[in-house]
């Protein structure tokens, strides 16, 4: 389970989210790292911009697929990882530190009430 921290919270599209009041940070899963393999490409919005719980707010490029990354809140984008953008690959190096995607200003936290724990994401993704 060393793979999934418990103090996020995920979602069956392999984002996974944590929340520090009312900020969240979002990236994607070790599991979805394995299965895009090498990672070329991350287009991020730009810091500013409104994401909408369960809609778009990128993509993930790897030699393999194109991935959408879905947003798991409604904010506005407070922060990027610019260093991700010029170094994708760095997202396989630790995804769930200095790999996030965003940092997300909450509108409503209890949109969060629906997520996976990391022991429910661990069940799923062993599954598939």
């Given at each position: 389970?060393?793979?999934?921290?418990?103090?996020?919270?995920?979602?069956?599209?392999?984002?996974?989210?944590?929340?520090?009041?009312?900020?969240?940070?979002?990236?994607?899963?070790?599991?979805?790292?394995?299965?895009?393999?090498?990672?070329?490409?991350?287009?991020?919005?730009?810091v500013?911009?409104?994401?909408?719980?369960?809609?778009?707010?990128?993509?993930?490029?790897s030699?393999?697929a194109?991935?959408?990354?879905?947003?798991?809140?409604?904010g506005?984008?407070?922060?990027?990882?610019?260093?991700?953008?010029?170094?994708?690959?760095a997202?396989?190096?630790?995804?769930y530190?200095?790999?996030?995607f965003?940092?997300?200003?909450?509108?409503?936290?209890?949109?969060?009430?629906?997520?996976?724990?990391?022991?429910?994401?661990?069940?799923?993704?062993?599954?598939?």
């Open positions: 389970m060393s793979e999934y921290p418990d103090d996020l919270k995920y979602l069956d599209s392999h984002e996974y989210v944590r929340l520090d009041d009312d900020i969240a940070t979002i990236g994607i899963t070790q599991f979805a790292i394995n299965q895009l393999g090498d990672i070329v490409f991350i287009d991020l919005p730009e500013g911009t409104t994401v909408d719980k369960g809609g778009d707010f990128g993509t993930v490029e030699v393999k194109v991935e959408t990354l879905v947003s798991p809140v409604t506005t984008v407070v922060e990027r990882n610019e260093p991700l953008i010029d170094d994708p690959e997202v396989s190096d630790d995804p530190g200095e790999g996030w965003l940092k997300v200003r909450v509108d409503d936290p209890g949109e969060l009430n629906n997520t996976l724990t990391a022991e429910q994401y661990s069940a799923l993704v062993e599954g598939e």
